[in-house]
């Protein structure tokens, strides 16, 4: 009887500590968000669960992190009109510039870019888009090294389309 009542309650715990691990790793346990911006239009989702806080020290940047990850996301709606294509180069640039940072993917399309890099244990993951009013809405991932599975799968989705479309 003894062993029965070890067995039943080694699988309710079990199931209790699984319950609380948060990790959005399908398309369904994702959400859309629509947020505004006195200029800019954009929607986007994001893993279910994690918070969206606005980052107080620089305005119109957003984080969203959940407390059960190490890792952040990051985006801004920018009012900035410079090209696309000089913003990659500028960003391109201070990422070179850089010994610790080391490149992994760089990309330039007409709508879009992407520059991901390593720096130590920490990846960073930056995708900007040009919206259709010519600013630019800018998105970054960082997170540990050992969180890449969890992030690969999350910015699989959530740079998939363009949010200001």
């Known amino acids: 009887m003894k062993k029965y009542l070890f067995i039943i309650v080694a699988i309710i715990f079990i199931h209790s500590v699984k319950a609380q691990l948060v990790i959005p790793t399908k398309y369904d346990t994702l959400y859309s968000s629509t947020d505004s911006h006195p200029v800019v239009s954009y929607s986007m989702i994001y ?19 959940q407390k059960n990850v190490i890792g952040s996301i990051f985006f801004t709606p920018l009012v900035t009109y410079i090209s696309l294509e000089e913003s990659y180069k500028a960003t391109l640039k201070e990422t070179e510039e850089d010994p610790t940072k080391k490149i992994g993917l760089k990309v330039l399309k007409p709508t879009w870019f992407v520059i991901s890099y390593q720096q130590n244990t920490t990846i960073n993951y930056l995708k900007k888009w040009m919206m259709e009013d010519g600013s630019i809405f800018y998105l970054e991932f960082e997170y540990p090294e050992s969180e890449r599975k969890l992030f690969d799968s999350i910015i699989s989705k959530m740079t998939k389309y363009n949010p200001g479309q």
């Open 47 to 65: 893993p279910k669960g994690w918070i969206k806080k606005e980052n107080k020290s620089y305005q119109g940047r957003y984080t969203i992190t």
